[in-house]
C-alpha cells in the first residue's frame, strides 16, 4: 500500500524556486520524524538519497548539499511534509519522494519530478 502523495514538482531555471508538498495516510503522523529523498538521473545514482528530515519535535537536518537552499517543514494537522527549494541548481534535477525521516519504513510514493534546467 502506498503511504504518501508528493506533489508540486515541476520544471525550474537554475537559481529559481519550487514548494513540494507530501501527504501521509499515517494516523500517527505527529509522532514520527518525516524526511524528503531524491533519486537523480543517471545509471549510477539507483538509490534515493535523504536530503533532509524533520523530527516530532520540530528539529531538522539537513544534506549538505542543500544546507542553507532548502526549509524542510510539517504541519500535523494537516498531515502535510513540505520542502521549499530556493536556489535550485541543475544537480537538484531528480524525482523527490518523502518517507519515514530515520529510514523509509513505508511505502514509496510515485513521487514528483524535479528539473531545473536553462
Known amino acids: 500500500q502506498v503511504h504518501f502523495v508528493e506533489s508540486g514538482g515541476g520544471l525550474v531555471q537554475p537559481g529559481g524556486s519550487l514548494r513540494l508538498y507530501c501527504t501521509t495516510f499515517e494516523r500517527a503522523f505527529s509522532g514520527y520524524s518525516l524526511g524528503w529523498y531524491r533519486r537523480a538521473p543517471g545509471k549510477q545514482r539507483e538509490q534515493r538519497e535523504r536530503?533532509?528530515?524533520?523530527?516530532?519535535?520540530?528539529?531538522?537536518e539537513y544534506a549538505d548539499s542543500v544546507k542553507g537552499r532548502f526549509t524542510i517543514s510539517r504541519e500535523n494537522a494537516e498531515k502535510t511534509l513540505y520542502l521549499q527549494m530556493d536556489s535550485l541548481r541543475p544537480e537538484g534535477t531528480a524525482i523527490y519522494y518523502c518517507?519515514?525521516?530515520?529510514?523509509?519504513?513505508?511505502?514509496w510514493g510515485r513521487g514528483t519530478q524535479v528539473t531545473v534546467s536553462s
Open positions: 518517507n519515514g525521516g530515520v529510514s523509509p519504513w513505508g511505502s
Open positions: 536530503v533532509a528530515r524533520i523530527n516530532a519535535d520540530g528539529t531538522t
